[in-house]
């Protein structure tokens, strides 16, 4: 009996555990980093109700798939490379940064897959 119950026990707080995981993801992205992305996607995408919903989605994804730590190298990165001059050129040729914007790129993608159909 106490077996039955320690088994029921474990695997409720493997569910809370899990859930709490869960909930985690994406909440390490600042409010004001979120409120920029959102702000800068409304003015491509239109000032609309609906352009809102799609641009918070669209971050929210990204949280979801991107640790904030590399979702502000990969922006860094990007900035950088918009530096003319011999002193952004490490951004530009240093293999683990693209592989970093790679990585922004395809939880971008995937943003733009679920949230602007």
Avoid at 20 to 44: H, L, N, R, S, W
Avoid at 67 to 77: G, L
């Amino acid at each position: 009996m106490t077996f039955k119950v320690s088994l029921i026990a474990a695997a409720m707080f493997c569910a809370v555990g899990a859930g709490v995981a869960q909930a985690a993801v994406g909440e390490d992205y600042p409010t004001a980093e979120k409120a920029d992305y959102i702000f800068g996607c409304m003015a491509a995408n239109g000032q609309t109700r609906e352009s809102l919903d799609r641009c918070s989605c669209s971050i929210d994804t990204i949280a979801t798939i991107l640790p904030f730590a590399e979702y502000e190298q990969a922006e860094t990165v990007l900035r950088m490379n918009k530096v003319a001059g011999q002193s952004s050129e490490v951004f530009r040729s240093t293999g683990q940064l693209r592989d970093v914007v790679s990585t922004m790129r395809r939880a971008q993608a995937e943003a733009e897959v679920k949230c602007f159909p």
